[in-house]
């Protein structure tokens, strides 16, 4: 998962950007970077900035002043392939045709066979990052157009669509000409688009999350349509087109643990979904645990703090806080590896002792993916003198790998893989675990039309070729593991 944002139009393009990649932090910590561009000085006017750490470390003051202009694109980084250096820092860029630089959210399946080919054509890849790939068919596409301009843009992209598989969003930013964004045909990554008017003056931006649009008095908010690309040229003229419109199957994980609570994906607010989240769960432990003794409810901070809320308030049970984040520590889920993960974990949750001694603790967390966070929840409830331990988990076990852009794209790493659900609660020391249902988190989101792949087991796209990409993950990550 990754955060992009682009802008056209706008008075200083490096500042919004800026305000957007911060907004979107919390998709990928790993590196940031933006690609701007200068109207007023065309053949000097693109601009480039990147580097590994949070968007704030990378860019300090001096750092932005260096790219300017009115429009950019920016991306912020979590990594599901490659082996997490400098190299892969996106955007990238590529001087010919024209000076196309791409920011991605996503992975492709079929992004080692893809490679292969490139090679063939005499392509050279400088890293090991699905985004160049992406770059290069786009740009040999785009290259080969008689005339630029919006046919040619979606020229370009139904090359893209031909060619990768998977779940992606897209920016690009092309010198001179304007910013092109769009995203795969099932839709599954998720990319809006806003627009704002200030002093008579049109701007339009794309991101993410709504957040980072809306927090900038962006307005007329919009989620591209599977398959739609939009390409706003220079003059600010709007072109967008379906170019190849699949199954609807954008990603359910967005809702219960990725978006910020803030944000309104495919016209749901976050917010709304969480509560009804909790809603539901609360109604399921109601059907069929109606003499439960619990004591209080706490969140796991902080995703599911409104789904254990609106739980809580269904059960009539207290609400309390008895987990604490340390702030300084980023999410745990998406970091690399394992080793990364779990001394990460010991030094991100504090108990409140007095909210949990001797108390039945029903805690709640979005999702239980490895089970590394889930155990030692569990183990610090009971040092902290918890009578029992009601584990709920708003997600369904998670029993599939994710191949389109959240990192567990391997079966062993999840802790339901081939497991019934006593055995996982009996693996997290729980007395009891409880987790949401398919039909719960369609009734929650209030459609049937997402990707719950990874708990159903059902891919929008075809599963060809994930054998080749887990095999390069698993390099990937053992190199990583190396340098920790
Ligand atoms: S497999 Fe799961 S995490 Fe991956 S895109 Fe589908 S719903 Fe989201």
């Known amino acids: 998962m990754c955060g992009i944002f682009a802008v056209i139009g706008a008075e200083n393009a490096a500042a919004e950007l800026y305000v957007g990649l911060v907004h979107l932090q919390h998709r990928g910590q790993d590196a940031a970077g933006m690609i701007t561009f200068d109207f007023k000085d065309p053949d000097n006017g693109i601009k480039i900035s990147k580097d590994i750490g949070l968007v704030s470390t990378v860019f300090n003051d001096a750092k932005l002043l260096t790219v300017n202009g009115q429009m950019g694109i920016g991306h912020t980084r979590y990594p599901t392939v490659g082996v997490g250096d400098a190299k892969e820092v996106q955007p990238f860029f590529n001087r010919y045709p024209d000076g196309i630089g791409l ?121 591209l349509k599977p398959g739609e690309t939009v390409f706003v040229d ?32 495919e016209g749901m607010p976050i917010y709304e979904v969480r509560k009804k989240l909790g809603e539901e769960l609360a109604a399921k432990v109601r059907k069929h645990w109606p003499d439960m003794q619990i004591d209080v409810v706490i969140p796991v901070p902080d995703t599911s703090r409104t789904a254990a809320n609106s739980l809580a308030k269904a059960l009539g049970v207290p609400y309390e806080e008895g987990l604490i984040k340390n702030r300084y520590i980023g999410r745990t889920f998406i970091m690399p590896v394992q080793k990364i993960r779990e001394n990460a974990m010991k030094l991100k949750l504090k108990p409140i002792e007095s909210v949990i001694k001797g108390k039945n603790i029903m805690v709640v967390d979005d999702s239980i993916v490895r089970g590394t966070t889930s155990r030692r929840i569990v183990e610090l409830l009971r040092e902290s003198g918890a009578k029992k331990v009601y584990f709920l988990s708003t997600f369904p076990p998670i029993r599939n790998p994710c191949y389109y852009g959240i990192d567990f794209q391997r079966k062993e790493e999840l802790i339901a893989n081939g497991k019934t659900i006593d055995e996982i609660e009996k693996e997290i020391g729980a007395d009891k675990l409880i987790y949401m249902d398919v039909e719960g988190l369609h009734k929650a989101v209030g459609t049937d039309k997402l990707c719950t792949a990874c708990v159903t087991g059902s891919y929008p796209t075809t599963t060809e070729h994930t054998k080749e990409l887990t095999k390069l993950r698993e390099k990937h990550l053992a190199q990583i593991s190396s340098k920790c």
């Open 103 to 223: 920011a991605f959210n996503g992975n492709i399946v079929n992004y080692p066979v893809l490679k292969e080919k490139l090679k063939q054509r005499r392509v050279y890849l400088s890293s090991s990052s699905d985004a160049e790939v992406l770059l290069e068919i786009f740009g040999y596409s785009y290259g080969k157009e008689e005339k630029d301009g919006a046919e040619a843009v979606y020229s370009a992209v139904r090359k893209v669509h031909e060619e990768a598989i998977g779940g992606y969003s897209v920016a690009l930013i092309i010198a001179n000409k304007g910013i092109v964004a769009f995203r795969d045909p099932n839709g599954i990554r998720p990319l809006v688009m806003g627009e704002k008017k200030v002093n008579g003056k049109k701007s339009y931006a794309f991101a993410s999350e709504s957040i980072a649009l809306s927090i900038q008095g962006y307005e007329s908010i919009r989620d």
């Open 234 to 265: 220079k003059d600010l003229k709007v072109h967008s087109k379906v170019i190849e419109a699949g199954k609807p199957a954008p990603c359910v994980f967005e809702y219960v643990y990725f978006s910020t609570v803030e944000s309104v994906y």
